[in-house]
């Protein structure tokens, strides 16, 4: 019993003890931990809300309010490390021991703001790449203040040409990337959004866009594969930030009006000249005296008033982010509505964005990206076969009125030209899409070197257009009226499947990325044409046409399946590796060609590391780059290597009626697989006085082979050419960058600037001395061992002199008639005689991108610039008379006439007039494209909250100009918009939709 008491009282005597050295240690502590206070502060002075303020090694930790400042009770004063961080900033470790109260400055992180790029299935440092590539960020894509990221990004990126191919809201841009790789296929760059690979720019709204990096040589795009080859661009959507929930305002609103007007001539003027030219022609007078004097009473039309006007645009876009250090959010949505510049042209588009990152464990994170758009073109299509509103406003006679005294359309004289007024009153076009897509991945740190990562993704787009032309419209003419409907259906499917494996060993470190990917697409669409409407309820209710003349409806189905592995590998940061190879397989190839394997590989040299250059202060970063890869093409429909068969071949077998017939118009070719082009590039990165001064430049050869081409093949056949894969083209050129850093304290300054040229050449077309393309009144022409993109026409000499009279006669001319080159000096002027005579593609390129601010003022300033490159100008050449109707341009009164002979403008004779078709394909419409232009001016200033309990932490208000100033020598409305037309063809003016000179106003408001 004493035993048991005794360990009893053990017992309770050892809680005692327990049970003090608890309350000592309590109290210990209580008498060590001690309230600090402090400020957290950016590096320009600015208070930083939102930033983390932790103890380490502990759970005690608070985040900094509106003025940055905090508060804190601190353990163990003594040894407490405070560990400040925020997103974007270099994490800052200060001791605590006996200091109070803190003053924290947090320096931008070099990595997180300069250095972190995506690469293709991951991300890199910028010191580690050895491949060739450029990005935005999204500071500079907003600044554009433009409703479209292509126009944005215009002139910012070295070895990127962005053009316009219409002024029209919600118009098209054409991307190359290093030149064009392809005479048939597809030349556009492959866009891969948050990973997802097919993506387009046009539907992206530029608020949403944190990131935009475009991969350039082999060794960056080989591991895209088959679709590599026109180069890469990768966006990357904004995410949400931990911390309090953020709301923006982003609106602006402008107005649009046509930068320049051509020159023409009143009705008088025109009624005179077309009497002159008449009579002259042989003809008789057109106008009478009376007629031309009312025409000077009241000057007649200028059609170009009737059809542009001045047009309203704006933009409203509004997100929502935030979250925890768990689960982090970001929900956008955007509204577009732009008026054009032509009367009943419009552009709606409505988008949205959910981006939600979830930490579901420690090792497992959830990433969710949806985004949609719904759009609205009205019309669709202002250009045809014969010209374009535009072009109808310049040809159409200015003596004339827009209707008769009974309300009809006026008509022309001329079959190729209309009624401008008719043109948009008369034409009912829409043309609306939807698209919806959906991103969902997961990542899986297997161990802490090895990592898992399973996205995938699917994307739902349609298309419905609608168009009615009336009786009195182009498109209607000669058939009563003309609805047409179409729609399509699109879907693809893709899924990625990334195992990545990083570790280090001592000096060495490796990356190691193996990925198997899948993806499918399908196309359905159908739709009808129908003329002779007695009723005109448009396309409303077709079954008022009479005459079903297209019927039509089609299927299409293709998939792709992918293996990659890619090595990097880097030895003290100084040798730098990168490895790479691909496998597609495409079922758009028969069975003995489904399979393409694209290699690359690429080295850099960080030569600011070794210790030689390390000791010149004036070098921060010095690299050298190399790479060598192949990449692949895919770009033709599916089913191209299979036979066709028409069913469009009827046969009255019984005699009586007509039995469905069908009839092989391809025959299949089971060899037919990728257009494959290799690249070689070499380069250097070179940053000066501690990243002031950062100057980039590339060489790169390309050599694209087994074009895709047309082949004449023999008469008993039965067919006239087969598609195979023969002939190559090459692409060698520079790529320049120079980005300056400048400012203190208040004042700071931003310069980009770009530099690019390229030289596409042919280099073999199977045998085939040329291929030449038709596109109207002139042709372009490919040869062997000559550059893309030729003019191939007549070279026109100016007129006969009077004193070349008897020269002239030999060609049966006379003096003032347009004089051509004789090239085979036979003394003829025929087709034969048809030589290069320009070509459109530019010598050079430039960008120049300025940022300035001074305390709470920012101004932005961005031009562009493209010299060397010709233009057709195929709207002066109707407006002077040589294409199916009467000169309207003023230019014209200074004709060659006997009191007039310096000039080089054909006068007006019998003869001269056989010379028109001539003169529209000849090189007196050939023209330089060269421009300087100001594409973009902004100037803002931003009001900052004084108090943590404002509505709004900051508002920003800024007015902008865009394309207000071009100094160029090109007669059309826009050099650059003339640079439309398809690789084929470039270069080609026949007056699409005008550019805008745009004037808005606008504001940011974060709450």
């Known amino acids: 019993m004493r035993q048991l008491s005794l360990k009893k009282h053990r017992a309770m005597l050892l809680k005692g003890v327990l049970f003090l050295f608890v309350m000592v240690m309590n109290i210990s502590v209580f008498a060590q931990e001690k309230q600090i206070s402090g400020t957290v502060l950016d590096e320009t002075k600015q208070p930083v809300p939102g930033a983390t303020v932790l103890v380490e090694g502990t759970n005690r930790g608070t985040i900094t309010d509106f ?95 962005i053009s316009s191919n219409s002024g029209a809201p919600g118009g098209d841009m054409k991307i190359r990337i290093r030149g064009s790789n392809s005479i048939n296929g597809d030349n556009d760059p492959l866009v891969v959004i948050d990973g997802i690979i097919g993506g387009t720019l046009k539907e992206l709204n530029p608020n949403d866009i944190a990131s935009i990096e475009v991969l350039k040589d082999a060794s960056s795009t080989a591991i895209y594969g088959s679709r590599g080859a026109n180069g890469v661009i990768l966006v990357t959507t904004k995410s949400g930030k931990a911390g309090e929930t953020k709301v923006s305002y982003n609106g602006f609103m402008g107005i649009q009006s046509i930068s320049k007007k051509m020159d023409v001539m009143d009705a008088a003027t025109y009624a005179n000249l077309v009497n002159e030219k008449r009579v002259a022609e042989g003809g008789s007078a057109k106008y009478t005296a009376d007629q031309i004097e009312g025409y000077q009473t009241n000057g007649g039309n200028d059609w170009q008033d009737d059809v542009y006007r001045n047009a309203v645009m704006q933009n409203h876009d509004m997100s929502v982010s935030g979250g925890t250090e768990k689960t982090r959010f970001l929900i956008s949505g955007q509204f577009l509505d732009q008026e054009g510049i032509i009367k009943n042209s419009n552009y709606e588009r409505y988008s949205f964005r959910a981006n939600l990152e979830t930490e579901l464990s420690d090792k497992l994170t959830m990433n969710t990206r949806i985004s949609g758009y719904q759009s609205t073109d009205n019309p669709y299509n202002l250009k045809w076969a014969n010209g374009s509103i535009s072009m109808d406003a310049l040809s159409f006679e200015p003596t004339n009125n827009a209707y008769d005294e009974n309300g009809e359309y006026v008509e022309s004289e001329f079959a ?85 494996y990083i570790d280090s060993f001592g000096d060495h470190n490796l990356n190691v990325t193996l990925v198997n990917e899948q ?213 060698k050129g520079w790529d320049f960058s120079v980005q300056m850093n400048l400012g203190n304290k208040d004042f700071r300054w931003n310069g980009n600037l770009t530099a690019s040229t390229n030289r596409s050449e042919i280099i073999d077309l199977s045998g085939r001395d040329n291929i030449i393309f038709d596109n109207g009144d002139m042709n372009t022409i490919l040869e062997p061992n000559s550059q893309f993109g030729q003019f191939y026409g007549y070279k026109y000499e100016g007129v006969w002199k009077s004193s070349e009279v008897a020269e002239a006669a030999v060609y049966g001319a006379v003096s003032g008639d347009a004089k051509f080159h004789d090239l085979n000096n036979d003394n003829v002027i025929n087709s034969d005689d048809r030589q290069v005579i320009g070509n459109a593609l530019p010598k050079w390129q430039f960008g120049f991108a300025n940022n300035f601010s001074y305390k709470n003022w920012d101004m932005s300033l961005m031009f562009t610039a493209s010299i060397g490159n010709d233009i057709y100008n195929g709207v002066n050449a109707r407006m002077m008379g040589v294409v199916n109707s009467d000169p309207t341009s003023t230019d014209i009164l200074n004709h060659w006439t006997p009191e007039n002979q310096d000039s080089d403008i054909p006068g007006f004779s019998k003869t001269n007039a056989k010379t028109v078709a001539y003169q529209a394909e000849s ?62 063809t470039p270069g080609y003016d026949t007056a699409p939709f005008p550019m805008a000179k745009v004037g808005s106003i606008g504001v940011n408001i974060n709450f």
């Open 519 to 731: 993806s499918g697409y399908k196309r359905r669409s159908n739709g009808t044409t129908v003329t002779d409407f007695d009723v005109n309820l448009g396309y409303d209710d077709i079954s008022l046409g009479s005459n079903s003349i297209n019927p039509r409806s089609a299927y299409s189905e293709s998939t792709l399946m992918s293996f990659l592995s890619r090595v990097n590998y880097s030895f003290k940061d100084k040798y730098l590796l990168t490895a790479a190879i691909r496998a597609d397989g495409s079922s758009k190839f028969a069975d003995n060609s489904k399979w393409g394997y694209f290699p690359s590989a690429s080295f850099a040299w960080r030569a600011s590391e070794e210790p030689f250059i390390q000791n010149i202060e004036a070098i921060s970063n010095l690299k050298f780059r190399t790479s060598y890869g192949v990449t692949g093409s895919q770009a033709i429909n599916p089913y191209q290597s299979h036979a066709v068969m028409d069913p469009g071949v009827n046969y009255p077998i019984n005699g009586e009626s007509n039995s469905v017939g069908n009839v092989l118009v391809r025959f299949d070719n089971p060899n037919l697989t990728w257009e494959t082009t290799s690249q070689f590039n070499i380069g250097a990165d070179v940053s000066l006085l501690d990243g002031m001064i950062s100057i980039t430049a590339d060489y790169y050869s390309k050599e694209t082979t087994d074009l895709l081409l047309l082949v004449p093949v023999p008469n008993y056949t039965g067919f006239d050419t087969e598609l195979k894969n023969v002939g190559s083209l090459s692409n």
């Open 416 to 500: 190729t030209v209309n009624n401008p007024v008719a043109d948009y009153e008369e034409l009912n076009a829409e043309t609306k899409k939807d698209g919806l897509d959906l991103n969902l991945s997961f990542s899986y740190q297997i161990l802490p070197t090895l990592t898992l990562k399973v996205i995938g993704g699917s994307s739902k787009k349609s298309s419905d257009v609608y168009s009615y032309n009336s009786k009195y419209t182009y498109g209607g003419q000669g058939t009563n009226g003309k609805a047409n409907i179409s729609n399509s259906w699109n879907s693809s499917w893709q899924n990625t499947n990334m195992l990545t």
């Open 923 to 984: 090189s007196r419409f050939i023209e330089d494209g060269s421009f300087l232009r100001l594409k973009n001016i902004t100037l803002g200033y931003t009001f900052n909250a004084k108090n943590e309990n404002a509505i709004f932490s900051s508002i920003r208000v800024y007015a902008s100009g865009q394309n207000l100033f071009t100094l160029t020598n090109y007669k059309g409305y826009d050099p650059e918009v003339s640079n439309g037309g398809g690789d084929q």
């Open 67 to 161: 003025d940055g400042n905090f508060t804190l009770k601190v353990p163990n004063p003594k040894s407490a490390i405070l560990s400040i961080s925020f997103i974007g900033y270099t994490t800052q470790k200060t001791p605590v021991k006996d200091q109070n109260n803190f003053n924290i400055e947090l320096t931008q992180s070099t990595i997180a703001i300069n250095e972190v790029v995506a690469v293709g299935y991951g991300v890199m440092k910028k010191s580690d790449l050895t491949g060739s590539t450029v990005g935005v960020k999204s500071d500079d894509i907003v600044q554009a203040k433009t409703s479209s990221v292509n126009e944005a990004l215009q002139g910012k990126m070295s070895g990127v040409a």
